[in-house]
């Protein structure tokens, strides 16, 4: 190594370390670094070392260079380029650039005047990437101002006005009035503008509280008619239908004739969400024809099964009369996202009563519901089917893929001379859960070796599930958002918004109103009910990926 003196313009470089034996090009790499001169702009000369400039070619090993060697550099350096992305601190950003990179929590709505059943919905609503990517492909050219007076589509006016009110919510760090969206949803929706009686000077007394579920389904049947299955302007576009409708088949046996045909009904009914019937109200007929006792639900999937079966009275063609039949219903096609609704409430008739007819009355008995739920019981054979194969083959892939880890850690061990003669590595949550569905599924089913889907495909036409869920669906929903009631009415109480956080999936927001607060997931599955407290009204769920999808 050779120690040289640098002189460029008013600048000396003392002590420069360089290797004459690496050549030219290092040298000047070593002079680039200490005065970012770049090195084909560098003209390099040294009384006494080399005669005029350096060429780039020349042997420094041969030159006569000394320690400390005066080296003369000109040279026009390259300008440092300014930062024009200044760091940015959060004590520095304004609210709405804290809210556009999620640097706060997210904002909540105003309440109107009984308005937390909208609110509380809309905050799940807002969470469902699809819809939100569906909106955005809608463009109404109309007049709010005139829709009431001179008429217009009202479903793609309120579609459009609740994707603007939610892209602002967004983008806002701070909370939100949502006039607008409120004022079109009264003028479309006369019910939503009732108002209480008893006011000041004989005048209302404020606006009704109104029913999230019944709002949930205005939202729906809006989205289903201003997004239409037939119509696919973009590729991110996706249906109402494929996003939130569940597709039934029905099964009627006549229990007073067994020799009456048996009646199917595909496609017999299609609804918006799950009900969870938690008391039936009637006593229901066994094979016997003998009466039953109303059943009680206490899980939410025996309160769902409970509610797509049960007794009708129907007409028998051979017994020339009405008679009893038992209904039997399954899911023939499952959306994306699914809505469980807790039947708590029931009409109450008040025949003593002056003032009415009747009350809506609350049942607040606890009924629980699962984080992850499996739908596997309630579909028809078709999808029980690949969801058994699907299951049975991930399942597989989850064995061999422990396995191979297993053999890793055993070659680690020995490499080590580690003395434990095993490692024992138990399955973790997950696949303890997919080992209990699979068991489940299989039962009463015939031994068959699993046959893999097709592919994965959301397009594939053979998939059983369709074109919204992938092929090897296994059945699983995880929950996502939750509308709950406190209260011991439907006409009155207060509704309040829970939803899943995308970061950290065991914190969930609450949505009280504008008031905005985190909760972890065990606070969540104690909203089951059973006293005063807030209580699980509209349970959403969102289709689960498969591990190969992770």
């Known amino acids: 190594m050779l120690t040289i003196c640098i002189k460029w313009n008013k600048q000396t470089f003392e002590n420069v370390e360089f290797d004459p034996a690496l050549g030219v090009s290092n040298l000047k790499s070593v002079i680039c670094k200490l005065t970012n001169v770049p090195p084909e702009r560098q003209k390099l000369m040294a009384k006494g070392a080399w005669i005029g400039t350096l060429k780039d070619n020349a042997d420094l090993t041969m030159l006569p260079i000394k320690t400390n060697h005066q080296v003369m550099l000109m040279g026009t350096a390259d300008v440092m380029p300014v930062n024009v992305n200044k760091a940015l601190f959060i004590e520095d950003m304004s609210k709405e650039d804290l809210a556009k990179t999620g640097s706060i929590s997210?904002?909540?709505?105003?309440?109107?005047?009984?308005?937390?059943?909208?609110n509380s919905v809309l905050q799940v609503i807002r969470t469902m990437p699809d819809l939100r990517d569906s909106l955005s492909t809608l463009r109404f050219n109309g007049s709010l101002s005139t829709l009431q007076t001179q008429g217009g589509d009202g479903n793609l006016a309120l579609s459009c006005t609740l994707r603007d009110t939610l892209n602002?919510?967004?983008?806002?760090?701070?909370?939100?009035?949502?006039?607008?969206?409120?004022?079109?949803?009264?003028v479309l929706f006369p019910q939503y503008a009732q108002q209480m009686p008893g006011g000041p000077g004989g005048g209302g007394g404020g606006f009704m509280q109104q029913d999230a579920e019944e709002f949930f389904n205005t939202l729906t049947s809006v989205f289903q008619n201003s997004l239409p299955s037939s119509i696919l302007p973009t590729p991110n576009y996706t249906s109402a239908g494929d996003l939130l409708q569940i597709e039934f088949e029905e099964q009627l046996s006549c229990v007073e004739e067994p020799k009456e045909p048996v009646i199917m009904k595909h496609k017999s009914e299609l609804v918006n969400k799950l009900v969870c019937n938690i008391k039936s109200n009637v006593t229901s007929t066994d094979d016997n024809n003998s009466n039953v006792p109303a059943k009680v639900a206490n899980i939410m999937i025996d309160g769902i099964i409970l509610n797509m079966e049960g007794t009708l009275e129907k007409h028998s063609d051979i017994l020339g009369r009405n008679a009893i039949w038992r209904k039997h219903q399954r899911i023939s096609k499952l959306p994306k996202y699914i809505c469980v609704q807790f039947m708590r409430f029931f009409w109450k008739p008040t025949p003593d009563s002056r003032e009415h007819a009747g009350v809506k009355c609350k049942i607040m008995r606890p009924v629980t519901f699962p984080e992850n739920f499996d739908v596997y019981p309630l579909c028809n054979d078709a999808l029980q089917k690949q969801m058994k194969i699907n299951r049975e083959l991930e399942l597989k892939a989850k064995d061999a893929k422990t396995e191979e880890k297993s053999k890793v850690v055993e070659g680690i061990t020995n490499d080590n001379n580690n003395t434990n003669d095993e490692m024992n590595i138990e399955d973790d949550e997950e696949e303890v859960a997919l080992k209990a569905a699979l068991t489940m599924s299989m039962q009463n089913d015939e031994t068959k070796p699993p046959q893999p889907p097709t592919n994965n495909n959301n397009n594939n036409n053979n998939n059983v599930f369709g074109e919204h869920l992938p092929s090897d669906f296994t059945g699983h929903y995880e929950l996502y958002g939750i509308v709950t009631h406190k209260g011991r009415s439907a006409d009155s109480g207060h509704y309040i918004g829970w939803v899943r956080q995308e970061k950290d999936p065991d914190m969930w927001w609450k949505f009280d109103d504008a008031v905005v607060s985190e909760v972890t997931t065990s606070e969540i599955m104690d909203l089951k009910g059973g006293g005063d407290w807030h209580t699980a009204y509209l349970n959403f769920y969102r289709y689960k990926k498969s591990s190969s999808q992770k």
């Open 106 to 118: 997210p904002m909540g709505f105003v309440n109107l005047g009984n308005t937390c059943y909208m």
């Open 168 to 186: 602002t919510l967004d983008k806002s760090g701070e909370k939100m009035t949502p006039f607008t969206l409120i004022q079109l949803i009264r």
